[in-house]
């Protein structure tokens, strides 16, 4: 009598492999969207709880205290400082050392990210109902780069706009005489503002 043979034959083994591979062939659009989604809100976060802690410490150390946005290429940077002369943080004072730095220069959103300070390919609403053109300012604090806020917490009103570059577009907000910051996320959909 002949034993039978117990195993996986080859022709099992690769039917098995073929399928794994399909389902992994669909899964891989969802899983780069979902990374960009994901890279997009953690960025958005960051920004919020970095203009958090700027207002905390102006609170706290009774002075103001503020942030300055830079760009060079595709990358920005940002600088903390600490206000010299009791007006606030700005770029004459910081040239002439009066606005002391108290961190950085430090990059503002990794490049190993799919996100990034700016906004999407097409023409939208900014939150007050404004056109927002692919080429305007994503980043504005008034007419400068520079956040500060004050020792009662006020801050320069402004946005910053964090996106993808492709559908996933988030800002935050700071509203000047509160220094109330809001994290606020565009529904494509709808073509709609939500609070996040």
């Known amino acids: 009598m002949f034993k039978r043979q117990t195993g996986i034959t080859l022709i099992e083994t690769v039917v098995v492999l073929t399928i794994i591979g399909l389902i992994a062939l669909c899964a ?9 989604q994901s890279s997009v809100l953690a960025a958005a976060h960051e920004m919020r709880s970095l203009l958090r802690e700027i207002r905390s410490r102006a609170i ?20 903390l400082y600490d206000d010299g002369n009791g007006n606030g943080i700005s770029n ?23 996100a990034s300070i700016s906004l999407l390919p097409i023409a939208i609403r900014d939150p007050d109902g404004a056109k927002l053109l692919p080429a305007d300012p994503a980043l504005q604090f008034g007419n400068s780069t520079i956040c500060s806020f004050s020792p009662q ?24 005489a509160t220094g109330r910051l809001r994290m606020l996320r565009y529904n494509s959909g709808n073509q709609k503002w939500e609070e996040r």
């Open 153 to 176: 917490g006020g801050g320069t009103p402004g946005t910053i706009y964090i996106s993808d570059g492709i559908s996933n577009l988030y800002c935050v907000r700071v509203f000047g």
């Open 60 to 79: 706290a150390h009774g002075g103001y205290s503020g942030v300055k946005f830079v760009k060079s290429a595709n990358n920005w940077t940002y600088t």
């Open 28 to 36: 891989v659009p969802s899983f780069a969207a979902y990374r960009r």
């Open 92 to 114: 004459a004072d910081i040239t002439k050392g009066i606005d002391k730095r108290y961190f950085g220069p430090a990059v503002a959103v990794p490049s190993f990210r799919t």
